[in-house]
Every structure is written in structure tokens, then in C-alpha cells.
């Protein structure tokens, strides 16, 4: 069989394995068209409606391109670990509830990647045991240890097609990567993912590309305003629904807001797991178009101003005192006459952080053609400084504007 899907990014991608047709065609993974990819970031930048399908898709797509480069070098990989690796990459998200990151730790406090593991491994049941290598690549059990890091890793095909995809629907020209020449610079060296000395100033641009990307798209200012106010709204609707108090909500949607769930729950109930593949994007957004109507003033004014894009305001921090922070925070009360039950959901005071490379266990590394190989971060005249490992650290307070 064979089937093609024609990508916006990427082309024409192409299915010409049974299995792998079987899993997309699976209502588990159906439900990634349900899921925007980069949240809320669509109040920005109004193209960024793509959903966790698409991206899934498209880094299953440069997965068969890397292993076609590899297997040309003279790298050994069976069709069975092809096979393994392209269905790893492709389930690599489906652990990702509503509004993806966003909501991560607020309705279901799990990491995405543990639920990812347990809808595989429910998935390997149902086809029979044909997922196991998958989950083996997944986790990082299989020997050939380039096949994970093709799936997680700081040079992996879910970052390249993430970066392209999301440049190509914000209209950010920053993302843009070579991701084809990327591609074609891999090999292996005694069992790990490297690049030849001729891509190193494709991987510069690569990790110089994702720093420029995360601050000005992923920690936009107003796109974590968004987000946090959401996180505010699920936050005061758990504690209503807790307290008995009526709330609109999907069947899936209520289970998770009148009681919080953790791990064990989930690998101990079956129904926890069920529940949470029925919940995606609409149930919270048809949600939060409804308790804009709520009694209670806090949920019913936080869900007016999402739905009508009010948001709060996000202000980086410099040199600003605790006591200046409590200031502003009494400043917002007093505007608004905001009790002071209600004013944490009205004045956030946090911080968001990034790295361009994280020079630690796990390398980019370059292979020389003298057979030498090092770091990215350790090769000499490159852009990958001592200054560009440093985790740039932002603090912020969010807060409720007139």
C-alpha cells in the first residue's frame, strides 16, 4: 500500500507501510488534529493554527530522509528498526493534552512524554506487540543508540521540523533552517548520531535559529500572557468544581477538573488513560466560551478576556526590588479593587529561561575528516561561545492592565 500527504512544509509526504498507515488512521492519533501545536500563540501570530498532526507528520517525514541518508553511508539498519524508528518519532507527541506545554502540570499534572510511553505502550497491546522496538528506540533501550537520538536528542528531527514548521505558519523568517543539508551531514561514529565537519555552520544556524525562535515567538510576551491567564482559568475552575460548585463542562473535561491525577493513577486506571485521550483543544476553548457567562466573577472575568483578547500585561524585570514587585502588585489591587483572595489570579510574578546549547553529557559532535571529534560547543571560531551556554534567565510579572 502507499499513500501520500501533501505537506505545506515539506511536500509530499509519503506511506507505503501498513502498520504505520494503521497507527495514523488509530482515534489516538487522530486526536492530534485536535491539538494545536503551538497553543495560544495564534493570538500573535494568527497563522500558527497547525496542529500536533501536523508537525508528528512532518518529523516522521525527515526520520525516513535521515535514515535513507544513513543506510547511502553505509550505516546498517534493518527495515524492522526504519520501521521502529519512523513509528517512535511519529508517537513521540501523542502524550500532549490541550493547548499542549500550556497546560502541562494545570489539568493534568503529568509530563507529556510519560503519557506518550503509556498510549504507546496501550498501542502495542492492541497491534499485537509490533510496537515494542518503537518503544525501545523511545526510551533509549535499544542498543543502536543513534536511533533515539534521531528521536530526542539536541539535534533530533522533532526540533528541525518543529523550528521550519513554526517559522513557515508565524512568518518568522528567524526559524528557517537548512534542515535538508542538516540531513544530509549525519552519520554514525562508534554508535552515536554525528555530523561531518562540513555541517558546522549549518548546526550554527540551526541552534542560533531556535534561541532567536524561542524568544521571539515561544516567550513572546504576549503569547506567556495568554497562556498564563488560561493556566488562571483552569486553575479557578478546579477549585470551584472541587468546592461542588456547577460548572459547564465535556464529560472528559470534568473528570479532570473535580479531581487532580497523578502518574500512578494513570499506569493503575485504565478509565484515567481513556479519559484523557477523549480531551483535546475544544473542550477547553467551548469551556471557556461558556464560564465567560459564569456567576463567580474571577473565572467568568478571565474567560471574558481571553475570549476577547483583553490580555494581561507581561513586563521583563531588570533590577526591580521584592519591594518594588509588592508596590506594583498593591498598585493593580488598588485599581481594581481586587480582593485579596483574588488578586494572584490578577498579578503573576515569575520567570522563563532559555539555552541555545546545553554543553553536558549529551553533544552535538562533530566528526573531522582527520577522524578527530569534539562538541559543537569545543570547536574553535564557531558561534557557540561560552557566553551562548549560559541559560538566559528572564523575570517577569504579569498583571491585569487598565
Known amino acids: 500500500m502507499r499513500k501520500i500527504i501533501n505537506d505545506p512544509v515539506h511536500g509530499f509526504i509519503t506511506i507505503d507501510d501498513e502498520l504505520i498507515y494503521n497507527i495514523i488512521s488509530h482515534p489516538y492519533y487522530q486526536r492530534l488534529r485536535r491539538i494545536k501545536q503551538m497553543a495560544l500563540a495564534y493570538l500573535v501570530y494568527p497563522g500558527a493554527v497547525h496542529t500536533r498532526l501536523h508537525h508528528s507528520l512532518g518529523a516522521y517525514h525527515l ?41 502541562e502540570h494545570t489539568l493534568v499534572d503529568v509530563h507529556h512524554e510519560e503519557l506518550s510511553l503509556l498510549i504507546m505502550e496501550t498501542l502495542n497491546v492492541e497491534f499485537h506487540g509490533k510496537l515494542q522496538l518503537a518503544i525501545d528506540i523511545f526510551t533509549g533501550a535499544y542498543p543502536k543508540t543513534f536511533l533515539h537520538q534521531l528521536v530526542s536528542s539536541q539535534l533530533d528531527v522533532d526540533r528541525l521540523d518543529y523550528l521550519v514548521r513554526d517559522s513557515f505558519f508565524t512568518g518568522v523568517s528567524e526559524g528557517v533552517v537548512g534542515y535538508e543539508r542538516i540531513l544530509k551531514m549525519l552519520t554514525v561514529h562508534q554508535g552515536e548520531l554525528v555530523v561531518e565537519e562540513k555541517g558546522i555552520h549549518s548546526i550554527e544556524k540551526f541552534l542560533i535559529s531556535r534561541r532567536f525562535m524561542y524568544w521571539q515567538v515561544y516567550l513572546h510576551k504576549t503569547v506567556l500572557s495568554s497562556e498564563l491567564m ?20 465535556t464529560p472528559p473535561m470534568k473528570y479532570f477538573l473535580i479531581k487532580d491525577y497523578t502518574l500512578s493513577d494513570f499506569e493503575n486506571d485504565e478509565q484515567c488513560l481513556q479519559q484523557f485521550l477523549l480531551l483535546d483543544d475544544n473542550d477547553v476553548i467551548s469551556s471557556v466560551k461558556v464560564w465567560a457567562t459564569h456567576s463567580d466573577s474571577v473565572l467568568s472575568n478571565l474567560c471574558s478576556r481571553l475570549n476577547d483578547r483583553k490580555l494581561f500585561k507581561v513586563k521583563f524585570l531588570a533590577t526591580e526590588t ?11 489591587q488598588s485599581d481594581f479593587s481586587i480582593s485579596d483572595e ?13 539555552k541555545t546549547y546545553t554543553a553536558g553529557d549529551e553533544h552535538i559532535k562533530i566528526l573531522f575528516k582527520n577522524g578527530e571529534l569534539k562538541a559543537i560547543s569545543e570547536v574553535e571560531n564557531t558561534l557557540i561561545t561560552a557566553e551562548l551556554l549560559v541559560p538566559v534567565k528572564k523575570h517577569y510579572i504579569c498583571y491585569l492592565r487598565k
Open 322 to 332: 521584592a519591594t518594588q514587585i509588592e508596590t506594583w502588585r498593591k498598585q493593580v
Open 63 to 103: 526520520m525516513q530522509n535521515a535514515i535513507e541518508e544513513l543506510v547511502q553511508k553505509g550505516i546498517e539498519i534493518s527495515p524492522e528498526e526504519a520501521q521502529g524508528a519512523k513509528i517512535a518519532i511519529l508517537l513521540h507527541d501523542i502524550g500532549h493534552g490541550p493547548f499542549s506545554h500550556a497546560l
Open 342 to 354: 483574588a488578586i494572584d489570579y490578577y498579578f503573576v510574578q515569575d520567570a522563563t529561561s532559555n
Open 230 to 249: 488560561l493556566v488562571k482559568i483552569l486553575k479557578r475552575a478546579k477549585e470551584l468544581a472541587k468546592q461542588g460548585v456547577e460548572l459547564f463542562a
